[in-house]
């Protein structure tokens, strides 16, 4: 079986089939195009440059297209990148399809499902158990397949509910240990924190920011939506303003998209629990693809920073 990207070291030969995620158009210092492809198959993702391309070319290697690549993984400002030798669009004959190019959760639907309806069973005040159970119902086939993002982390069929399923298990354990928590306002903020991005986020694919995504962000329109749900069901009280704030503070800074910080115990937890599983699914699957006593690449959402796999986790 052939090796993924994600399985290639620095230095290694390519020769494969990858799937164009993103594609756009740069002018190089001697005033040629070229196009930055950001290509992937379902086991990661790496960048290339296609120098002195054509408007043929800008008009074939466009996103959501198959393409046979060769070349060599190099390292360009501590991130691997793609050094292309050949490329040509799939053929028919090739019997390739885009799903074959997609990474997914590591759990199955069924299961991701299974947990998020324990959860609920687990949850005992009646108002913010029939607002769950409602968002779940209307956005259940969608949240089963999205990602949680478009890069960074969970960016794979199922993220997003493969996200907030560990957040549910922090969530549990925490609880455990300040008994004092309220369980069933920490675990409606988790399963409703990221619902908006349903609608910020365009699908799964080559996944990418919709209009509404641009323009507002999943965090408003999710406080506007829990709002529209409350009075849908009839439900009113303190539990409908808290949901909205646990929403509207869980990324916790105003430079970080919060337009307010947590003000409520549990908005508190929320926020260092999406922390802590966003940063725990970057680290891990960067250091899947590294041998002990090797450095990831650079880490984006990680200030940059490069990790270290010690020797002795062999």
């Known amino acids: 079986m052939k090796k993924g990207i994600g399985q290639h070291s620095i230095g290694d030969a390519f020769d494969s089939f990858m799937l164009i995620k993103e594609s756009s158009r740069g002018v190089a210092s001697n005033g040629k195009p070229f196009l930055t492809l950001i290509l992937r198959d379902n086991t990661g993702e790496i960048e290339a440059k296609l120098w002195d391309i054509t408007s043929d070319d800008e008009a074939v290697f466009v996103g959501e297209k198959i393409v046979k690549l060769t070349g060599e993984v190099n390292q360009f400002r501590g991130k691997a990148q793609l050094k292309i030798t050949s490329i040509r669009p799939a053929q028919t004959t090739d019997g390739l399809h885009v799903s074959d190019f997609v990474e997914k959760a590591p759990v199955e ?35 089963l397949t999205y990602p949680a993002a478009s890069k960074n982390h969970h960016e794979y069929v199922s993220g997003l509910a493969h996200h907030i399923v560990s957040m549910l298990s922090l969530a549990k354990e925490i609880h455990h ?45 999710m406080v506007e939506e829990i709002g529209h749900i ?51 699914n970057m680290l891990n699957r960067a250091l899947e693809n590294v041998k002990p006593g090797e450095f990831t690449e650079r880490l984006f959402a990680m200030d940059n920073r490069t990790f270290y796999k010690p020797l002795f986790e062999e």
């Open 109 to 143: 639907k069924e299961i991701l499902m299974e947990k998020l309806t324990e959860a609920i069973f687990e949850m005992k005040n009646p108002a913010m158990q029939r607002i769950v159970r409602a968002f779940i119902k209307k956005y259940q086939e969608a949240l």
């Open 177 to 221: 240990l300040y008994p004092q928590v309220n369980k069933d306002l920490l675990y409606a903020g988790v399963i409703l924190h990221d619902l908006g991005k349903l609608k910020e986020l365009s699908g799964v694919i080559t996944t990418s920011y919709t209009l509404e995504g641009k323009l507002l962000g999943h965090i408003p329109m």
């Open 230 to 280: 409350a009075k849908e069901l009839q439900i009113e009280g303190e539990e409908v303003l808290i949901l909205q704030h646990l929403v509207l503070s869980h990324h916790g800074k105003a430079e970080w998209g919060s337009p307010k910080p947590p003000l409520v115990r549990e908005a508190e937890i929320l926020h260092l629990i999406d922390l802590i599983d966003a940063k725990m």
